[in-house]
Structure formats: C-alpha cells, structure tokens
C-alpha cells in the first residue's frame, strides 16, 4: 500500500464566502468537500502522491483565480473542464457561538453539474490513469442520473482492473430529489467501496441507524474494505478493522467553525494510509488534522496555520 499513487478527487468547487461573527463582512474563498480532502492530502504528503482534482468550471475570473489556488496547493487541475456557458457554485458560511455552521447555497446552475458529460452522452475518459478515486455523495448528488448511473458503473470496472475507490456518504438532504434516492446510490457506492469514510451523522440521517454501533454494523455488511467511522469528539472507529486501544483521541481544544472537519479527516487518513501507516495511524492523523482545522475560521485554514 505503500508506494506513490495518483489519487483522483472528483467534484464540486464552489466560490466560499466566510462571514464574520456579526455577518456583515466576508472573506472570499474557494473550497468543496471533495476539494478540500484533496488540498489537506496534499498538505500531509507533499511530493509523495499525485494529488488532482477533477471538475468542470466556467470560464470567468472567480474560476480562473479558483483554479490558480487549487494549483498553489499543489493538487493538479489538469483533468478540470472549462464551460463557457456557466458560473461556478456560491456559498456562504454563518456559524453560531459554539462553531456550529450554517450554509446558503446558489449552485443549481453550477458548471460542475455538466461533469462528464458530452454532446454524445458521457465520457469518463479524465480518470483514465488514476490508482485511487475518491468522491462524495455530494459529487453523485449534483450529478443528472444518467451520468451517476454511469460513473458508479465505471467505479465497478475501475476496481476489477485494479484501481482503489474511496468515498464518503456527506449526506446533504436539500441535493437530492428524494431520501430513496440517496439511498439508493450512496448504498451502491458502499458495496463497491474499497476505503469508507462515512460521518455517523451523515449515515443516521440517511439510513434511520439509531446509533453508532448500528451504523457500524451496516457500513461492514456493505463489504468495505478498510475504513473510519468518523464520530466526531468521540473520536473515529475502524471499519472492518481492528481497534487499538493504545490510541488516544483527544478532542479539539477549541472548537470556531467545523467547515471541512470530515474532509480534513479524509484528508489526512488517505494521506497516511496510501503512505503505508496502519488503520489506527491513519484514524489519527485525520482525528489530529480536523482538530486543528475546526479552529480556525473556514474550509481550508491558512498554511501558517495550519500546523
């Protein structure tokens, strides 16, 4: 598991605005689930995987800068489409007293919408060389059915030629036409899931689990292969792993806004994984990462500060 990979992150950047406490001013960013993992992975194995993110974006100035930053973090952008017809997604973030977060999004007209898809149909031929691709539910959720349908199909057949998949449920209700259909695509994604980094939130609200141990239990009748149970404070557990309970998860020592802390945590855990380190070593490098982020303002948290 141990030797470089060219790791694969699909989906959707979006132009972030980061409001101060009294709401008045923001800050502007550029960050997305899927983004974001793929920047804090670069940030732990500089020079070690080759990181790209892959996307469609317009062809105005906020995608032009947006790119630019993607590449100043050292994740490629090469496999990133341009539309001339679209804008990218916008969103803003609020948070309360305790870092809690609230989200307003204008993406329904994204240029990320119109990922893979060509005149003819669709075309999955960007991911074409990559050993590992990770998305989310996000990235299947913004995607026309027809084109989901289709890259899950093309997951399956990059698996049996040996590629690794990775995902992440990040459940978001507003994205879907309906539960049954998130349902019914996140549940393929988690039978053909080689590294499972699913939030116990995100399952519960999805799937009705009545706790974490009932999650648990269902992630691993999927058949994933290795992963995290991502539980917040309470710390990660393995997924068709074995505990170690020499590890020590210690909470974050203070919590400002917990933007990106999964995607922090995937980050982190594939960086360290695909590296060689064991499950337990993985679990803690992405329980450490998000710590740090969730206290700092923002998805991708400045590199001086970043720890």
Request: glycine residues 12%; aromatic residues 8%; hydrophobic residues 45%.
């Amino acid at each position: 598991m141990g030797q470089a990979r060219r790791v694969a992150c699909i989906g959707e950047a979006m132009v972030e605005l980061s409001m101060d406490t009294a709401g008045q001013t923001a800050r502007i960013g550029y960050a997305g689930d899927t983004l974001n993992t793929a920047i804090y992975m670069a940030r732990e194995c500089p020079g070690v995987h080759d990181i790209a993110f892959v996307s469609t974006v317009g062809t105005d100035r906020f995608s032009g800068d947006m790119l630019a930053f993607i590449e100043s973090e050292g994740v490629s952008t090469a496999a990133v489409a341009r539309d001339d017809t679209r804008l990218p997604g916008l969103y803003a973030i609020s948070t309360d007293a305790n870092g809690e977060r609230s989200f307003s999004y204008w993406r329904e007209n994204s240029a990320a919408r119109t990922l893979f898809q060509t005149a003819g149909g669709r075309d999955f031929s960007a991911l074409d060389g990559f050993d590992v691709v990770y998305l989310s539910a996000i990235t299947l959720a913004i995607l026309p059915l027809s084109i989901r349908s289709g890259l899950l199909d093309w997951i399956s057949g990059f698996r049996k030629r040996g590629g690794l998949f990775a995902f992440d449920s990040n459940f978001r209700p507003r994205l879907w036409d309906s539960v049954e259909a998130a349902r019914q695509a996140v549940s393929q994604a988690w039978r053909n899931c080689d590294i499972g980094l699913p939030s116990v939130d995100d399952e519960m609200a999805l799937f009705g689990d009545k706790d974490a141990s009932s999650a648990l239990a269902r992630l691993e009748a999927y058949g994933i292969g290795i992963g995290a149970l991502k539980r917040g404070a309470d710390g990660p557990v393995p997924i068709n792993g074995e505990a170690d309970p020499a590890l020590c998860f210690d909470p974050a020592q203070k919590v400002v806004d917990t933007t990106a802390a999964g995607d922090s945590f995937n980050g982190a855990f594939l960086a360290a994984y695909l590296a060689g380190n064991s499950l337990g070593e993985a679990m803690l490098a992405g329980h450490n990462r998000a710590a740090k982020v969730i206290g700092i303002r923002g998805a991708i948290v400045p590199r001086q500060e970043s720890g």
